[in-house]
């Protein structure tokens, strides 16, 4: 069954919210668009003269499209060289939806994004409907077909697990603003007294290079190893040609590294009160497409 002009439209009007529905699902916003169009083909093909509500129907389709994908995504990242972190997702202009408040912009993180890995496919279904979407326990155990009391014992399993490793954030934005700035223009220019004072004693450091760029196999734990290994880093001859550019990626304020006109990195700083308390690199090429194309370059 062909879909008419209006249906493509009322499609359309569901694109950005289904999109982040699907990104905080997968970690993946190349993987969010896959799905997001297939549940287009697959409201094209349905008779839509009996879906009541579209936004529920469409979510439906693709939170479970999304539950799919995660159970083989599972296997793929077990076998993944390094650290495994979501792809970045510049957020300013609203891609991921409203993030109006600390705790919505936290749920974006990369921090809490790589959290949501520990979780099954279900759990994960049911924690981002309720705690990024307000969503019922009733119109979630619609959405992926369990009874609400199961519903509920996922929900409290999936909070439980987020919760004993959430990570420390800065309440104060304007003061995370200033802090990654600092910390950006230290790590690009090998400012050891100034990495100094902006790193806590236990920052960790992870970067993703997903096995086709070079960068830590493991994650570098302790203010000196840090230290050593940005240092490091901003001693390499290409170093000297980043240009930094500071947005907000996943809510958060992060830093777009280019050479010349090519994205070579996006930098994420963690902070709590006024020091970097953890620093997430990605490298992988295909994790920045999204980020580039959002950006202009």
């Known amino acids: 069954m062909g879909a008419s002009d209006a249906d493509v439209g009322l ?4 694109r950005r919210w289904l999109f982040g529905v699907a990104c905080r699902m997968l970690g993946s916003a190349v993987e969010a668009e896959d799905v997001v169009q297939d549940a287009f083909i697959r409201w094209h093909q349905t008779d839509r003269s009996a879906i009541a509500v579209p936004q529920a129907w469409l979510t439906r389709v693709v939170t479970n499209l ?9 296997a793929r990242r077990e076998c993944y060289v390094g650290p495994w972190l979501p792809e970045p997702v510049l957020t300013g202009d609203g891609a991921l939806g409203p993030l109006e408040t600390v ?26 409907l ?36 959430r990570p420390r954030f800065a309440a104060d934005e304007a003061l995370q603003r200033r802090i990654v700035e600092r910390f950006v223009a230290a790590t690009v220019h090998g400012d050891l007294a100034g990495l100094e004072r902006l790193l806590a004693e236990d920052v960790t450091s992870w970067a993703d290079g997903g096995g086709t760029v070079t960068a830590a196999r493991r994650p570098v734990t302790g203010k000196p190893k840090v230290l050593r290994h940005l240092l490091g880093m901003s ?17 958060r304020p ?22 970097v308390v953890g620093i997430r690199f990605v490298l992988d090429p295909a994790k920045l497409a999204f980020s580039a194309a959002q950006s202009g370059g």
């Open 11 to 14: 499609f359309e009007q569901q």
């Open 66 to 74: 999304c539950v799919n994908r995660l159970a083989s995504a599972r």
């Open 103 to 128: 705790e919505q912009r936290e749920l974006v993180s990369m921090g809490v994004l790589v959290l949501l890995e520990r979780l099954t496919p279900l759990e994960r279904a049911v924690f981002v």
């Open 130 to 165: 309720r705690e990024a979407f307000g969503y019922s326990h009733g119109q979630i155990a619609e959405v992926v077909d369990v009874e609400e009391a199961h519903c509920r014992q996922l929900h409290r399993r999936a909070h439980q697990h987020v919760s004993q490793a």
């Open 235 to 251: 001693a390499r001859p290409e170093a000297g040609l980043v240009r930094a550019e500071i947005l907000e990626v996943n809510g």
């Open 254 to 275: 992060a830093a777009l590294l280019w050479t010349a006109d090519v994205l070579a990195a996006v930098l994420a700083p963690e902070v709590a009160g006024d020091r």
